[in-house]
C-alpha cells in the first residue's frame, strides 16, 4: 500500500482537503500529550517520510520543517499533565485531537486518525490502525506531534534538572524511576501514572 492510497481514494471521491491526525506522548510519566492535524497537497512526495517512530531525532527534525513548509494547513495542541489527571489519558488525546483539527486555517471534509477509536471531531472520520506507516498525511502529523513535544520536554529537562526529560522526554525508562526515587515528583509527573509515589 502507497502512503497516499487511502487519502487519494478519498480525493477521487470528491473530498477538498483531507486531515491526517496522530498523537505522541500517551505514554509517558510526564509532560503533555500532543496531537498534531495536518493537510498535505495531493500526492506531494516528501522523501522518507514514515511513522515518526520509525525516524532517527535528526530526521524528524529535518522533515518537521518540510511538512511545516509544505502543508496547505497545519495544528498542533498540548493538554497538559493536570488535566490528563482529571479526565484520564484516552479523553485527553481525544481533546488534544479535536484542539488541532479546531485550530486549523482550512477545515478538513474528512479525517484520518491513527488507531482504532473515534476522536468525536464532529468531521467525517475514519480511524487507521498504524495509519502513521499506512498514510501520507497521518505520518505527518505524527511527525509534527513528536517533534512538538519532545521540543517541550527538552525545555523541561531546563526547568527540572536532574531527571533526565531531555534523553526519555517523560518515559518510565529504569532511569526516570531512578531519579523520581530519588527527588521526588516534579509539577509535570502525571499522579494518575505515579499512584504508588503518592504525594512525595
Given at each position: 500500500?502507497?502512503?497516499?492510497?487511502?487519502?487519494?481514494?478519498?480525493?477521487?471521491?470528491?473530498?477538498?482537503?483531507?486531515?491526517?491526525?496522530?498523537?505522541?506522548?500517551?505514554?509517558?510519566?510526564?509532560?503533555?500529550?500532543?496531537?498534531?492535524?495536518?493537510?498535505?497537497?495531493?500526492?506531494?512526495?516528501?522523501?522518507?517520510?514514515?511513522?515518526?517512530?520509525?525516524?532517527?531525532?535528526?530526521?524528524?527534525?529535518?522533515?518537521?520543517?518540510?511538512?511545516?513548509?509544505?502543508?496547505?494547513?497545519?495544528?498542533?495542541?498540548?493538554?497538559?499533565?493536570?488535566?490528563?489527571d482529571e479526565i484520564n489519558i484516552l479523553q485527553a488525546t481525544f481533546e488534544a485531537m479535536r484542539g488541532a483539527v479546531?485550530?486549523?486555517?482550512?477545515?478538513?471534509?474528512?479525517?484520518?486518525?491513527?488507531?482504532?477509536?473515534?476522536?468525536?471531531?464532529?468531521?467525517?472520520?475514519?480511524?487507521?490502525?498504524?495509519?502513521?506507516?499506512?498514510?501520507?498525511?497521518?505520518?505527518?502529523?505524527?511527525?509534527?506531534?513528536?517533534?512538538?513535544?519532545d521540543r517541550l520536554m527538552v525545555e523541561y529537562d531546563g526547568l527540572y534538572p536532574g531527571y533526565g526529560f531531555a534523553?526519555?522526554?517523560?518515559?518510565?525508562?529504569?532511569?526516570?524511576?531512578?531519579?523520581?526515587?530519588?527527588?521526588?515528583?516534579c509539577p509535570i509527573h502525571r499522579r494518575t501514572f505515579l499512584k504508588s509515589y503518592g504525594n512525595r
Amino acid at each position: 500500500m502507497g502512503l497516499w492510497e487511502i487519502e487519494d481514494s478519498l480525493y477521487a471521491k470528491g473530498c477538498a482537503a483531507v486531515c491526517g491526525i496522530d498523537e505522541a506522548g500517551r505514554g509517558p510519566l510526564a509532560g503533555p500529550v500532543c496531537a498534531a492535524a495536518c493537510i498535505l497537497p495531493q500526492d506531494l512526495q516528501i522523501e522518507g517520510l514514515n511513522d515518526s517512530k520509525k525516524l532517527s531525532a535528526k530526521k524528524r527534525e529535518a522533515l518537521y520543517d518540510i511538512i511545516t513548509e509544505q502543508a496547505i494547513a497545519w495544528a498542533v495542541c498540548l493538554i497538559d499533565e493536570a488535566r490528563i489527571d482529571e479526565i484520564n489519558i484516552l479523553q485527553a488525546t481525544f481533546e488534544a485531537m479535536r484542539g488541532a483539527v479546531g485550530k486549523l486555517s482550512v477545515l478538513p471534509d474528512y479525517c484520518l486518525v491513527d488507531g482504532n477509536r473515534d476522536p468525536g471531531l464532529g468531521l467525517p472520520t475514519l480511524t487507521v490502525v498504524k495509519g502513521d506507516a499506512k498514510c501520507a498525511t497521518v505520518a505527518a502529523a505524527s511527525i509534527l506531534a513528536k517533534v512538538t513535544r519532545d521540543r517541550l520536554m527538552v525545555e523541561y529537562d531546563g526547568l527540572y534538572p536532574g531527571y533526565g526529560f531531555a534523553v526519555h522526554k517523560g518515559y518510565g525508562t529504569m532511569a526516570h524511576y531512578a531519579a523520581i526515587d530519588k527527588l521526588g515528583l516534579c509539577p509535570i509527573h502525571r499522579r494518575t501514572f505515579l499512584k504508588s509515589y503518592g504525594n512525595r
